[in-house]
């Protein structure tokens, strides 16, 4: 399926937000840089999803001020992201980025230090990241925080030993070393480590290489975009039945690929920020506008950097009457609380790092579809990686 098209309607999107004759001065510049093709197009999908949703609720005039936003496809290339950055900044002098994945945003920290803008990370799910500028602030996540606590529940439920699927780049380090950190300080074993490449995954054969090591629980990491074929190659290796526990942060049970991962997937259990089937009034309204505005798409985990990341910046441009300064801006940001479909958030003063629910959850059918009920929830959890570095 086209991704020409979704480019297309985001484009189209973006260029009736811009709207009228308005001036530099009143129209303030948001610049995006994420994957809308490429490996990760399911990620950028997600994400634009968010916040096109997110404006189409509130309006495109802030502080006075018409939001204009202008899209860029770093393909999940990062040098290609720091070539797009630049011209964002210099060329089409964006008050305001918005970036996407790990890589890239690390390719593009200095240059938002340098031009001094206020940058929201709406993807990356790694802890090194917010350290890499000033100007960086989070609304998505990092694997450490929902990895630490499924490592405390799966000891708490009688797990030894585990080996680790893991997705070779930064996101699945993270997620690998805080799981091992936390589950062998309790007493776990970790029998083996494995790691899969990011592009193009067979996971067949790595999946045959854990089911021999003979532990009782697989933990895994893919990111967004992959899980729908990695359950898909569980189930033909036949671990669905073998009696190993697949467990993991929520990327692998993705409520973007949940509904087409079939009833193998029943009672994985895994930690994760968001459910589709989080059950608050504001995140029903919020599935079925996102999913009206998607042709049907269930919004996922991604989404909420996306609509939460517009949040914060309407709500910080309010905070400074419009004025986009990226100290101003930041400093606005920081310590800033809401509640959004995933539950409540706030923006730590001191990390610039968003701080969340994580929450236990299960694969249940409900109403003949595949949803991950929240049965535990482990409230305003922190990024692991900046307290222990405390
Ligand atoms: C990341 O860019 O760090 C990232 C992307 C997708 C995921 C998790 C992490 O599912």
Redesign the pocket.
């Known amino acids: 399926m086209g991704s020409k098209h979704i480019l297309a309607g985001v484009a189209l999107a973006a260029g009736l937000l811009a709207g009228g004759p308005a001036s530099a001065q009143d129209t303030i510049k948001i610049g995006l840089v994420q994957s809308m093709s490429g490996p990760l197009s399911a990620?950028g999908r997600q994400i634009m999803g968010g916040v096109n949703l997110y404006i189409q609720q509130h309006g495109n005039t802030v502080a006075g001020k018409k939001i204009e936003i202008v899209l860029k496809d770093d393909t999940a290339v990062p040098d290609m992201a720091k070539r797009l950055a630049q011209e964002l900044i210099v060329n089409e002098k964006v008050n305001i980025l918005g970036v996407g994945?790990?890589p890239v945003a690390m390719a593009i920290a200095p240059l938002a230090t340098e031009s001094k803008t206020a940058t929201v990370i709406m993807?990356?799910?790694?802890s090194v990241v917010t350290d890499r500028s000033p100007f960086y602030v989070r609304t998505s996540f990092t694997?450490g925080q929902q990895s630490q606590i499924i490592a405390e529940w799966a000891l708490k439920n009688g797990s030894k030993k585990v080996v680790i699927v893991q997705s070779d780049w930064?996101?699945g380090a993270e997620a690998t070393a805080v799981f091992t950190t936390v589950y062998t300080k309790g007493g776990g074993q970790i029998l083996e480590t494995i790691k899969v490449p990011l592009a193009n995954p067979d996971f067949a054969p790595f999946l045959q290489r854990a089911r021999d090591a003979g532990p009782d629980s697989l933990f895994v990491f893919v990111?967004?975009g992959q899980a729908g074929t990695f359950a898909r190659q569980f189930v033909e290796r036949g671990l669905d039945k073998s009696g190993i526990k697949l467990i993991g942060p929520g990327?692998i049970t993705d409520d973007n690929d949940l509904p087409g991962m079939g009833d193998a997937m029943l009672g994985v259990v895994t930690a994760g920020f968001y459910s589709a089937s989080h059950p608050s009034a504001m995140n029903k309204a919020y599935v079925a506008a996102f999913k009206k505005a998607n042709n049907g798409l269930r919004p996922n985990f991604?989404s909420l950097g996306g609509y939460d990341g517009m949040h914060l910046i309407y709500e910080a441009l309010k905070k400074t009457g419009g004025k986009t300064d990226g100290e101003a801006l930041v400093n606005a940001m920081k310590g800033m609380k809401w509640e959004s479909p995933r539950g409540p958030i706030s923006i730590d003063p001191e990390t610039r790092e968003i701080v969340q629910n994580v929450y236990i959850r299960k694969v249940e059918k409900v109403d003949g579809e595949l949803y991950n009920t929240e049965i535990a929830t482990f409230a305003a959890v922190k990024d692991p990686g900046k307290t222990a570095k405390k």
């Open positions: 990620i994945i790990t993807v990356s799910g790694t694997l930064a996101p990111p967004a990327d991604i």
